[in-house]
């Protein structure tokens, strides 16, 4: 039992520190380091009847989608 109480507790500093990392680099607008924190092969799933919905394999891909809905959105902002 205390084996598995242990495993827990460093998964849980494990993912403590991964949304800590994360965290401080949203506050900190810190766009390279908030990219570091995905893995290679993130997947996005945007759900819709739009262009921009589907299923986007890759952090490249997932970004480019994201940075396109990022920019539809704000564009959108001052129409």
């Given at each position: 039992?205390?084996?598995v109480?242990?495993?827990?507790?460093?998964?849980i500093a494990?993912?403590?520190?991964?949304?800590?990392?994360?965290?401080?680099?949203?506050?900190?607008?810190?766009?390279?380091?908030?990219?570091?924190?995905?893995?290679?092969?993130?997947?996005?799933?945007y759900?819709?009847?739009?262009?921009?919905?589907?299923?986007?394999?890759?952090?490249?891909a997932?970004?480019?989608a994201?940075?396109?809905?990022?920019r539809?959105?704000?564009?959108?902002?001052?129409e």
């Amino acid at each position: 039992m205390e084996k598995v109480l242990a495993d827990d507790a460093a998964e849980i500093a494990e993912v403590r520190a991964a949304v800590t990392r994360y965290a401080t680099a949203w506050l900190a607008g810190d766009r390279a380091a908030i990219a570091a924190c995905y893995h290679d092969e993130f997947t996005l799933h945007y759900a819709g009847q739009n262009p921009l919905a589907g299923v986007h394999r890759g952090k490249q891909a997932a970004f480019a989608a994201l940075a396109e809905i990022a920019r539809r959105a704000t564009a959108n902002c001052w129409e």
